[in-house]
């Protein structure tokens, strides 16, 4: 018998796998090929290099067995995708006091807000600082608010009481567990999370805000800024990087006193310029700078409530026609639309769907190995040629094929306006060696 005989029934068992029901299928207590690639997908953490390493093997193995899908298909992956990211970790219904991880008693939060049915969520954080810094303090300036405005509120506690705890020790990540696992357990919708916080808590809003500007709406940063760069004589020159490019598509309305002695408004006022000269730019944001005289630290005119009824009504544009991103994290690789395999922390890449020309053109400051379009028919029509262009060169000319990795690879986050069938690269990494 030929190799190329001996070959065959390996591939057409391959074939069958790829064909078989989209509904889960167990033998004798085994999952199907295609099943066991999606359980061990989601089993690996994309936050580590092991974990993305591992990650990329199962896409690798997923376009190895499964071509590309019909719309029906799609649909049906999608909605099956869905239903797993949905038996993930949940939260405790009623208001109260938690510890993320029981045992070690570890990850404090509080529940609070409209807990039955909620209208949105706020995600809450508080103020501190070295050595210090509680939940309670956050759930008291904010829960009444938030409760006025039907919002469920989740108030986590950092990990550890450092300067910048919102963004040490792990808290970032503790953060985007409990917003994933408040909406299984809520009826929330995904396009109104808002992140607010008072002092500490403010920078953590202006920070985790933009990091993952793609999940949220809004944020209502209360006399706390983004952490700035300074020049000669200590003075106030910018904003460090992944702030500001990357918010051009969410709500923010910023509080500041003229005469806070502990946040002073030299860092707020930098950052309203930085936005006012990144509108110029790129167009978008959609920011309101609100200072006033002679309150100090303390909370805004009105209230909290005053400050969080400005962004009641904003809505996440999740397939927003223009992107601008400037990665901070190696582990963020989706950015809305655009997934980076390998982000190049301070890059900044401006990215806009052009639909009459069925065209994606992207800008790059610094090389963008590895950077891929992700696409759908609510972007822009994939059943003809699309063209995606990168610093004025045409990098791709095709017709997109929908693939069972590509919504694997987007649909883990269980956010189906994230997730996408199509991935077209628009620079190819190169092989070491």
């Given at each position: 018998?030929?190799?190329?005989?001996?070959?065959?029934?390996?591939a057409?068992?391959?074939?069958?796998?790829?064909?078989?029901?989209?509904?889960?299928?167990?033998?004798?207590?085994?999952?199907?090929?295609?099943?066991?690639?999606?359980?061990?997908?989601?089993?690996?953490?994309?936050?580590?290099?092991?974990?993305?390493?591992?990650r990329?093997?199962?896409?690798?193995?997923?376009?190895?067995v499964?071509?590309?899908?019909?719309?029906?298909?799609?649909?049906?992956?999608?909605?099956?995708?869905?239903?797993?990211?949905?038996?993930?970790?949940?939260?405790?219904?009623?208001?109260?006091?938690?510890?993320?991880?029981?045992?070690?008693?570890?990850?404090?939060?509080?529940?609070?807000?409209?807990?039955?049915?909620?209208?949105?969520?706020?995600?809450?954080?508080?103020?501190?600082?070295?050595?210090?810094?509680?939940?309670?303090?956050?759930?008291?300036?904010?829960?009444a608010?938030?409760s006025?405005?039907?919002?469920?509120?989740?108030?986590?506690?950092?990990?550890?009481?450092?300067?910048?705890?919102?963004?040490?020790?792990?808290?970032?990540e503790?953060?985007?567990?409990?917003?994933?696992?408040?909406?299984?357990?809520?009826?929330?919708?995904?396009?109104?999370?808002?992140?607010?916080?008072?002092?500490?808590?403010g920078?953590?809003?202006?920070?985790?805000?933009?990091?993952?500007?793609?999940?949220?709406?809004?944020?209502?940063?209360?006399?706390?800024?983004?952490?700035?760069?300074?020049?000669?004589?200590?003075?106030?020159?910018?904003?460090?990087?992944g702030?500001?490019?990357?918010?051009?598509?969410?709500?923010?309305?910023?509080?500041?006193?003229?005469?806070?002695?502990?946040?002073?408004?030299?860092?707020?006022?930098?950052?309203?310029?930085a936005?006012?000269?990144?509108r110029?730019?790129?167009?978008?944001?959609?920011?309101?700078?609100?200072?006033?005289?002679?309150?100090?630290?303390?909370?805004?005119?009105?209230?909290?409530?005053?400050?969080?009824?400005?962004?009641?009504?904003?809505?996440?544009?999740?397939?927003?026609?223009?992107?601008?991103?400037?990665?901070?994290?190696?582990?963020?690789?989706?950015?809305?639309?655009?997934?980076?395999?390998?982000?190049?922390?301070?890059?900044?890449?401006?990215?806009?769907?052009?639909?009459?020309?069925?065209?994606?053109?992207?800008?790059?400051?610094?090389?963008?190995?590895?950077?891929?379009?992700?696409?759908?028919?609510?972007?822009?029509?994939?059943?003809?040629?699309?063209v995606v262009?990168?610093?004025?060169?045409?990098?791709?000319?095709?017709?997109?094929?929908?693939?069972?990795?590509?919504?694997?690879l987007?649909?883990?986050?269980?956010?189906?306006?994230?997730?996408?069938?199509?991935?077209?690269?628009?620079?190819?990494?190169?092989?070491?060696?």
């Amino acid at each position: 018998m030929s190799p190329r005989a001996r070959l065959l029934p390996v591939a057409l068992l391959l074939l069958l796998a790829a064909a078989a029901p989209l509904h889960a299928q167990k033998s004798k207590g085994k999952l199907d090929p295609l099943d066991a690639l999606v359980e061990r997908y989601f089993a690996a953490d994309e936050r580590t290099r092991e974990g993305r390493s591992e990650r990329a093997a199962v896409l690798v193995e997923l376009d190895a067995v499964s071509g590309p899908l019909s719309p029906k298909d799609v649909e049906a992956w999608r909605k099956k995708l869905q239903a797993r990211w949905e038996q993930g970790r949940t939260l405790k219904k009623d208001n109260g006091r938690r510890w993320f991880w029981e045992d070690e008693e570890r990850g404090l939060y509080i529940v609070g807000g409209e807990t039955k049915k909620p209208k949105g969520m706020f995600l809450g954080m508080h103020g501190g600082g070295e050595g210090s810094g509680e939940a309670d303090s956050a759930s008291s300036f904010h829960d009444a608010a938030a409760s006025k405005l039907k919002w469920l509120a989740i108030y986590p506690e950092v990990l550890e009481k450092t300067e910048h705890g919102w963004t040490d020790a792990g808290t970032e990540e503790f953060v985007l567990d409990l917003v994933e696992a408040a909406r299984r357990t809520w009826d929330i919708d995904p396009d109104h999370v808002v992140f607010g916080g008072h002092s500490m808590g403010g920078y953590g809003s202006w920070t985790l805000g933009a990091h993952h500007a793609d999940m949220v709406a809004a944020i209502v940063p209360s006399a706390g800024a983004p952490t700035p760069l300074f020049g000669p004589g200590d003075k106030v020159v910018g904003i460090i990087d992944g702030i500001i490019p990357s918010l051009r598509n969410v709500a923010i309305v910023a509080y500041q006193s003229d005469d806070d002695p502990q946040v002073p408004p030299a860092a707020n006022r930098a950052a309203a310029k930085a936005i006012e000269e990144a509108r110029g730019r790129w167009g978008g944001y959609d920011f309101e700078y609100w200072e006033v005289s002679g309150r100090g630290h303390d909370e805004p005119p009105g209230g909290p409530r005053a400050h969080m009824e400005k962004v009641r009504d904003k809505l996440r544009a999740p397939h927003a026609a223009r992107v601008v991103w400037q990665p901070a994290l190696g582990w963020k690789r989706q950015f809305y639309w655009l997934w980076w395999e390998e982000p190049l922390i301070g890059a900044v890449i401006d990215a806009e769907l052009l639909p009459a020309g069925n065209t994606v053109r992207i800008t790059a400051d610094r090389p963008a190995a590895g950077l891929h379009v992700l696409l759908d028919e609510r972007l822009l029509d994939v059943s003809r040629e699309v063209v995606v262009e990168l610093n004025g060169k045409e990098r791709f000319r095709g017709v997109p094929e929908a693939r069972l990795s590509t919504l694997l690879l987007t649909g883990v986050r269980g956010d189906p306006r994230l997730s996408f069938a199509c991935r077209v690269p628009v620079v190819v990494k190169k092989k070491d060696g």
